[in-house]
Each structure stands twice: as C-alpha cells, then as structure tokens.
C-alpha cells in the first residue's frame, strides 16, 4: 500500500513539474495579429505588450521606446473620450521584399461611433513578425 502511495505521488510530482515546465505555444504570428494586437496595446497604453511586439532600432531603442510610451498614453486619453474601443480589425495585408515585410490596414472604432484607420509596418525576424520602426 505504501508503495502504491509513493507511486502515485510521484506520478502526480512528475505531470505537474512536466506541466510547470512545458514553454505555452502560442499560435504563429501573424503580420495580421500582430498589427491588431500592438494597435489595442497603444490604446490600452500596455507597454509591456507593446514593447514585446515591436523590433527596436539597436541604437535608437531609448528614444524609441521613451515615444511609444508617450504615444500610449495620448491613444489611451484618446480612446477614453471616445468612450473606449469597441473592436480593432485587420484590412488588407501588402507584402514586400519577398514577404518578410508587411504593411497592414488596421481600423479601431471607438464607443462613440468614430473610426481610425492606419497601416502598420511589420517586419519578419526569425519566423516571428513584430512592428518595424524606422
């Protein structure tokens, strides 16, 4: 009985270490998720999610970043005038230089009825896309 205990346990030990352990696979990015995604991350003015999606300049990453956090929180008192965001949706998707650059229409509409639509740059960096700064 003892023996079956401890079997047991380790049994139980070994799937939730296994489970802690396993990395979370997402699904692949994306020039379309990520777009929209970064898009609801400015106006929720969530840098970390922001930063995550974005592919810094090596030597302008302080000043890049130090922008985007700025911009964050104008889009967010932007986008509490308006009431909040109902929906951000993706449109058309242009690739260029053989598909590891992208441009994508992305529209936010807004509680209050207004709309804005923009292009996001994408740029593919190790099978991942992420937003390109210049």
């Not at 939730?16 to 400015?42: G, I, N, Y």
């Not at 592919?55 to 932007?78: G, P, V, W, Y």
Request: net charge positive; with cysteine; hydrophobic share 35%.
């Amino acid at each position: 009985m003892k023996k079956l205990i401890n079997v047991i346990f380790a049994l139980l030990f070994t799937t939730a270490f296994t489970a802690c352990a396993s990395p979370k696979l997402s699904p692949k990015s994306t020039p379309e998720s990520v777009a929209r995604q970064s898009v609801e991350a400015l106006y929720k003015n969530d840098t970390h999610t922001l930063f995550k999606l974005m592919h810094f300049s090596k030597d302008k990453k302080e000043r890049q970043q130090n922008t985007l956090k700025k911009m964050a929180i104008s889009r967010n008192q932007q986008a509490k005038k308006k009431g909040g965001v109902a929906s951000i949706t993706s449109g058309t998707t242009n690739y260029v230089d053989d598909k590891n650059y992208a441009k994508v229409q992305v529209t936010a509409k807004f509680r209050d009825g207004d709309k804005i639509t923009k292009h996001v740059t994408l740029i593919q960096v190790n099978s991942r896309w992420l937003i390109f700064l210049r």
